[in-house]
């Protein structure tokens, strides 16, 4: 009987212990931030602010797979998508920070959560688009990286390379927001050099990737260079929009490093990674909670640096000076 007894207390002592044991929160078992990053679609410059946002994570001292969770989901430039995967980020996913990646992408989070910090990577004209109230005071649940192109310095940049430039042609796409933003700060920009060096501008509309070839061959031979702004449909298109121009000799010069990457002559060009990573670090700060969303200005100061391609300039018989290339070897980049 008493060795009975022992060995009910025993066995009520282990259980206690047990319970209590499993009870008791560990280090390992505290619960792993989780980033959700929304994409409008895949093509190198979204892609390298996606690189970029885990790189300001990592800066912030967040590693995906070791204290941070990060889900992803890429829409393929589908609405649709963009409203399941929103939600999915933001309940079933129970994401502690979204990034939108682009404006549709922003603007479809801010649709599906009012609570939930929101972070814009890359959005041109986050008031035009309703995401915040102004850029200094956001005043809500959203905050983020905004990329207003350098227009001025581009134009000048375009004049200083084709000094006997008279017509400029300009392609984008309607809808797009950021393009459209981009458009109209190319529109105030322009003036001086229309009235100065006596510009013709020609601008020119697509709707979808399917336009582009059409009306890039007739705007390629009505005007002797090509502005491209901030425009997700351009960029997806951009081997389309070059193959049209090579048959002219027209170069092109794009708002983003990554369409000169991809056959644009040159550029002053904000980095898309470096947009990425100043929204990465946001959101880490936001993890900690340093920051809130209603009280941190935009971030609208991302890096601009020259960058050429001579490989292409090469391709159309164009000369970019020495005194560029040696530029853009030290404060941006060179394509060889």
Do not use: C
């Amino acid at each position: 009987m008493k060795r009975m007894i022992a060995l009910i207390s025993a066995l009520v002592v282990f259980l206690g212990v047990a319970f209590f044991t499993t009870k008791k929160p560990t280090a390992s078992t505290a619960k792993v931030p989780t980033v959700g990053i929304l994409q409008l679609m895949s093509h190198p410059a979204l892609d390298q602010i996606h690189k970029g946002i885990i790189a300001g994570l990592k800066d912030e001292g967040y590693v995906q797979g070791k204290n941070l969770k990060v889900v992803f989901r890429n829409a393929e430039n589908d609405q649709s998508n963009l409203k399941t995967m929103s939600q999915t980020l933001v309940e079933r996913a129970a994401s502690d920070v979204v990034v939108g990646i682009a404006t549709p992408s922003a603007q479809a989070l801010a649709n599906t959560t009012t609570t939930t910090p929101v972070l814009m990577g890359a959005v041109t004209d986050p008031v035009g688009a309703k995401l915040v109230r102004s850029i200094a005071h956001p005043g809500g649940n959203i905050t983020g990286v905004s990329d207003p192109a350098p227009v001025a310095k581009q134009l000048a940049l375009i004049h200083q390379l084709m000094p006997e430039l008279k017509t400029l042609g300009v392609i984008s796409t309607l809808s797009d927001d950021s393009a459209q933003a981009d458009v109209r700060r190319f529109d105030a920009a322009v003036k001086p050099f229309v009235k100065k060096y006596g510009w013709t501008i020609k601008k020119y509309n697509v709707s979808s990737t399917n336009d582009v070839n059409q009306v890039a061959q007739a705007m390629t031979a009505a005007v002797q260079a090509v502005w491209v702004p901030t425009d997700n449909t351009i960029a997806s298109a951009m081997q389309t929009l070059v193959n049209v121009t090579n048959t002219k000799n027209v170069p092109i010069f794009p708002t983003v490093d990554t369409m000169v990457k991809e056959g644009g002559v040159a550029t002053m060009s904000i980095s898309q990674f470096d947009l990425g990573e100043r929204t990465g670090k946001m959101a880490g700060k936001l993890l900690k909670g340093q920051i809130k969303t209603a009280t941190t200005p935009v971030d609208t100061h991302p890096r601009s640096d020259l960058v050429v391609n001579l490989k292409q300039a090469a391709k159309i018989g164009f000369k970019i000076p020495d005194a560029l290339v040696q530029q853009a070897e030290k404060h941006g980049e060179v394509i060889k």
